[in-house]
């Protein structure tokens, strides 16, 4: 760069709240981070009118995220690849000829997550002009452990967004706890941001007595993990009072990705998606599909009230999950609900389906409970 008091400026792709360790990192490495203004109609409606017309909607947000990023002036535009069969492995080059084809100019770099901590670095080398080994490392690992704070927030918003007494309060908590983090400059401080948000969130008053459902979210890992594309299903739940726990999270797509094995502690979740997949599907086959159909079973081993699965129209694997799920219905007698999301779905189904299986699993529950009294006298 001839001007060396202007910083390069990356965007990346919103996913939910990965935006905040994003920044992190780049930032970390002198690189300006550029927040792509939040998913909106206008994202969707440019990323669809410059898509083919069956591709899945998290393509169609993306590309539209990198074309209002580019249109601000950004230097890089960046996401993650995937290996093996899903097509978000294509994406990426899809996405970069597209960009060619409009008449922009502005780099694009892929990130592969599963080259671990060394991908990272080798990603960081590409757009900063830092290559001292441990500050890139040190940036990523800053990386990583806001992730797993952001996750951590997120699970105890969800406990007090079901229960709180003024609908609302537990978010904009979340919200404060989110400034918080972002704040933070090194670990020392992320570590202190973490406790005061958990600590903001904490505050809210709510009524610990309430008889409260508990939901696990699975399908597809943007779709789950993204507000905007799953229209704010857990909002809207924890309005009705349910508690809900993502299955798939960043922090978890992280632990397998690039966390080293001797870090690890546990079964991570695609270890357990081998295990207990296996008497319905015997192998993976591309996207989120084996983790969501072990999913199910791990939901029933923990006595969840129910199982929601959420994911884009035309992605196969996920197809492929919600044919599996009919004869798993049956087998574990657990009460799922197949949401398929595109630019077409309409708010106020969306909301009557969810209304509708939030009675069924009350109804289930309260019949059980009555069974529970019965044999006892």
Same mark, same amino acid.
């Given at each position: 760069?001839?001007?060396?008091?202007?910083?390069?400026?990356?965007?990346?792709?919103?996913?939910?709240?990965?935006?905040?360790?994003?920044?992190?990192?780049?930032?970390?490495?002198?690189?300006?981070?550029?927040?792509?203004?939040?998913?909106?109609?206008?994202?969707?409606?440019?990323?669809?009118?410059?898509?083919?017309?069956?591709?899945?909607?998290?393509?169609?947000?993306?590309?539209?995220?990198?074309?209002?990023?580019?249109?601000?002036?950004?230097?890089?535009?960046?996401?993650?690849?995937?290996?093996?069969?899903?097509?978000?492995?294509?994406?990426?080059?899809?996405?970069?000829?597209?960009?060619?084809?409009?008449?922009?100019?502005?780099?694009?770099?892929?990130?592969?997550?599963?080259?671990?901590?060394?991908?990272?670095?080798?990603?960081?080398?590409?757009?900063?002009?830092?290559?001292?080994?441990?500050?890139?490392?040190?940036?990523?690992?800053?990386?990583?452990?806001?992730?797993?704070?952001?996750?951590?927030?997120?699970?105890?918003?969800?406990?007090?967004?079901?229960?709180?007494?003024?609908?609302?309060?537990?978010?904009?908590?979340?919200?404060?706890?989110?400034?918080?983090?972002?704040?933070?400059?090194?670990?020392?401080?992320?570590?202190?941001?973490?406790?005061?948000?958990?600590?903001?969130?904490?505050?809210?008053?709510?009524?610990?007595?309430?008889?409260?459902?508990?939901?696990?979210?699975?399908?597809?890992?943007?779709?789950?993990?993204?507000?905007?594309?799953?229209?704010? *299903?857990?909002?809207? #739940?924890? @309005?009705?009072?349910?508690? $809900?726990?993502?299955?798939?999270? &960043? /922090?978890? %797509?992280?632990?397998?990705?690039?966390?080293?094995?001797?870090?690890?502690?546990?079964?991570?979740?695609?270890?357990?998606?081998?295990?207990?997949?296996?008497?319905?599907?015997?192998?993976?086959?591309?996207?989120?599909?084996?983790?969501? *159909?072990?999913?199910? #079973?791990? @939901?029933?081993?923990?006595? $969840?009230?129910?199982?929601?699965? &959420? /994911?884009? %129209?035309?992605?196969?694997?996920?197809?492929?999950?919600?044919?599996?799920?009919?004869?798993?219905?049956?087998?574990?007698?657990?009460?799922?609900?197949?949401?398929?999301?595109?630019?077409?779905?309409?708010?106020?189904?969306?909301?009557?389906?969810?209304?509708?299986?939030?009675?069924?699993?009350?109804?289930?529950?309260?019949?059980?409970?009555?069974?529970?009294?019965?044999?006892?006298?």
């Amino acid at each position: 760069m001839n001007n060396k008091d202007k910083k390069i400026k990356v965007a990346f792709p919103h996913m939910g709240t990965i935006y905040v360790a994003w920044e992190k990192v780049l930032n970390a490495v002198g690189v300006e981070a550029y927040i792509p203004p939040y998913t909106s109609k206008k994202t969707l409606s440019i990323g669809t009118k410059n898509s083919p017309e069956a591709i899945c909607i998290p393509y169609k947000l993306i590309l539209g995220n990198f074309i209002e990023a580019i249109e601000n002036g950004v230097d890089y535009v960046s996401m993650i690849a995937s290996p093996g069969i899903c097509r978000l492995g294509e994406y990426g080059r899809n996405i970069a000829q597209v960009l060619v084809d409009l008449g922009y100019k502005t780099n694009y770099v892929e990130l592969n997550l599963y080259d671990g901590f060394n991908g990272m670095i080798e990603y960081l080398k590409k757009i900063s002009t830092h290559k001292n080994y441990f500050k890139l490392l040190g940036a990523v690992y800053l990386g990583v452990r806001t992730v797993f704070a952001v996750d951590e927030l997120q699970n105890f918003l969800s406990y007090h967004r079901a229960r709180e007494v003024h609908k609302g309060d537990s978010e904009k908590a979340f919200n404060k706890a989110i400034r918080y983090i972002r704040d933070a400059k090194n670990s020392r401080e992320l570590s202190r941001a973490l406790k005061k948000g958990l600590s903001e969130i904490s505050n809210v008053e709510i009524d610990k007595n309430k008889n409260v459902l508990h939901v696990d979210l699975t399908g597809e890992i943007y779709i789950v993990n993204d507000e905007f594309s799953n229209q704010n *299903i857990e909002r809207e #739940l924890g @309005a009705m009072g349910v508690q $809900v726990r993502r299955s798939l999270t &960043v /922090s978890s %797509f992280l632990k397998d990705a690039i966390i080293p094995k001797m870090f690890k502690k546990g079964e991570t979740h695609l270890e357990r998606a081998y295990r207990l997949a296996k008497p319905y599907l015997m192998r993976d086959i591309g996207g989120d599909a084996l983790e969501c *159909i072990s999913d199910v #079973l791990y @939901a029933k081993e923990r006595n $969840v009230d129910g199982l929601i699965h &959420v /994911s884009p %129209f035309t992605c196969m694997p996920e197809i492929m999950s919600q044919n599996i799920f009919p004869k798993m219905r049956e087998d574990v007698n657990l009460p799922i609900l197949s949401l398929i999301m595109d630019e077409q779905t309409g708010r106020a189904g969306y909301i009557t389906r969810l209304e509708a299986f939030v009675d069924l699993m009350r109804r289930k529950k309260m019949k059980a409970k009555n069974t529970q009294v019965s044999v006892k006298q």
